[in-house]
């Protein structure tokens, strides 16, 4: 039996490729010429983890499907490997071109591991995506997380993946209640957009990829570094000012735009510059769309329960 790099499930020394997600060495081989920069399928960590394929790479990430040799399950892993800063060298260690650039990669670093320490201290909210552990390892640090079966909202809005008996309102309520546990522990997310939200088989919200060590990581480079959609988060966050959890209610109601029209709204910045509303046909949801979505931060509700009493005092008058 072969132990497929793509999913982490095993198959017959026969087949070419993986008969469940369709992997192959020729897969993978494109995998590296495209994305030079992440670790090879196979590769170990901790003597414990299998690195298999890459699921994303973005600005200040890399994640990966593993194997976890001890538990004999599958673990999502994602490395805290910023774009620009520091490079792949010999045996998969970063290696960084100056003491000012591994100084600023360490206080990332820093964040991402305090990120992670946090989500690991709230595992009984179940809306949370497990973080299992971290793992210092090639010069950086490693999040160890729970491989989730499912699909993002993205997907799901896109019509690629079905859920029965699931609908718009259905999810964004569900949306709404995980948001509003996690700011009851003092917990932002911050990086809320249809691609970073998951819906799992029963369509249960489950949330990942938190913002705050992004938010914090921002202030310390100059670089114009993507690490944050600009149509689904707050401008406060973008602009690296004061922050708080009522930026996740403009990702909330940027997001229901999305769910009820079928298209991303406009650059917050943008918004913010134009003072423009988010416009869609039934008055009622436009109402709480722009309640939500409000540009400047001391307009927009302070929590998301304040949200609630508003939209329902302003459904009563109106």
């Known amino acids: 039996m072969i132990k497929c790099m793509g999913c982490m499930r095993d198959y017959g020394e026969n087949n070419s490729r993986c008969p469940v997600c369709g992997y192959s060495k020729e897969q993978a081989r494109a995998d590296e010429k495209n994305f030079p920069e992440i670790l090879k399928p196979a590769t170990i960590l901790e003597g414990r983890f299998i690195v298999g394929r890459y699921l994303s790479c973005s600005d200040f990430s890399i994640v990966y499907v593993a194997w976890d040799a001890l538990l004999r399950k599958r673990v999502a892993i994602k490395e805290f490997f910023p774009y620009g800063l520091g490079e792949r060298g010999e045996e998969n260690l970063i290696e960084f071109e100056s003491t000012q650039e591994k100084a600023v990669f360490e206080k990332g670093m820093q964040l991402f591991e305090e990120e992670a320490k946090l989500l690991g201290k709230n595992q009984d909210i179940k809306e949370i995506v497990e973080v299992y552990r971290c793992v210092r390892a090639n010069n950086t640090s490693y999040m160890v997380m729970e491989y989730m079966e499912g699909c993002t909202l993205q997907d799901w809005?896109?019509?690629?993946?079905?859920?029965?008996?699931?609908?718009?309102?259905?999810?964004?309520?569900?949306?709404?209640?995980?948001?509003?546990?996690?700011?009851?522990?003092?917990?932002?997310?911050?990086?809320l957009a249809p691609d970073n939200i998951y819906l799992d088989e029963e369509g249960n919200v489950r949330l990942l990829d938190f913002g705050f060590a992004k938010k914090e990581y921002l202030k310390l480079t100059d670089d114009a570094l993507d690490l944050f959609s600009s149509s689904y988060t707050a401008p406060e966050v973008l602009m690296m000012e004061a922050a708080d959890k009522n930026a996740d209610l403009y990702s909330l109601g940027t997001i229901y735009y999305r769910m009820l029209t079928g298209k991303d709204p406009a650059p917050c910045l943008k918004r913010l510059k134009r003072k423009s509303r988010l416009r869609v046909k039934e008055a009622e949801h436009e109402r709480k769309i722009n309640l939500l979505a409000e540009v400047l931060a001391d307009k927009r509700p302070e929590s998301i329960k304040r949200f609630w009493e508003m939209s329902s005092r302003e459904g009563e008058s109106s």
Do not use: A, P, Q
């Not at 690629?160 to 995980?178: G, Q, Y």
């Open 157 to 191: 809005l896109e019509g690629s993946v079905r859920i029965e008996d699931l609908s718009v309102n259905d999810v964004f309520r569900k949306l709404m209640l995980s948001v509003d546990t996690i700011h009851e522990r003092g917990i932002g997310h911050y990086n």
